[in-house]
């Protein structure tokens, strides 16, 4: 069975072209459910290159879903022996203004567009950028 992945390396998403904000916000909550950003904006703020964007993609699949743990590996299998959307497509890139930035061993940490470090990632030749997607189509 083919595994898919969203991973990057050394690349820089920067938010969408038709983004709403001009600076990063913090996702919110619908009710007593997180939303997917603010699933991922959680897992990210307090783990900067903990995750890879595969890692992150599942967990927050799993979380959701209530998958028990123990299943996991099972279940990951699965869920990526079919295409998956990647950080292009999340909401923070897409609508609440955070960068995502994958190092070199494709782990993954949030950078808020109005900050140096968004700034300055831009700038570096070393570092490959793409746009996240944007929200209209046009």
Not at 8 to 23: G, H, R
Not at 47 to 55: F, I, N, R
Not at 109 to 129: C, I, M, P
């Amino acid at each position: 069975m083919k595994e898919h992945t969203t991973n990057y390396f050394d690349t820089l998403i920067e938010i969408a072209e038709d983004s709403p904000v001009k600076q990063a916000e913090i996702p919110s909550i619908k009710g007593d459910q997180k939303t997917i950003a603010y699933i991922q904006y959680e897992l990210l703020i307090d783990h900067p290159y903990q995750y890879t964007s595969d890692d992150l993609i599942f967990k927050c699949h799993a979380l959701r879903k209530e998958i028990d743990p123990v299943e996991w590996q099972e279940a990951r299998a699965d869920f990526f022996s079919k295409g998956q959307a990647c950080m292009r497509a999340s909401p923070l890139t897409k609508r609440y203004g955070w960068g995502v930035h994958s190092d070199h061993s494709g782990k993954i940490a949030l950078v808020a567009s109005e900050s140096d470090e968004y700034h300055n990632l831009q700038k570096d030749q070393q570092v490959q950028k793409v746009k996240a997607m944007r929200s209209k189509k046009s």
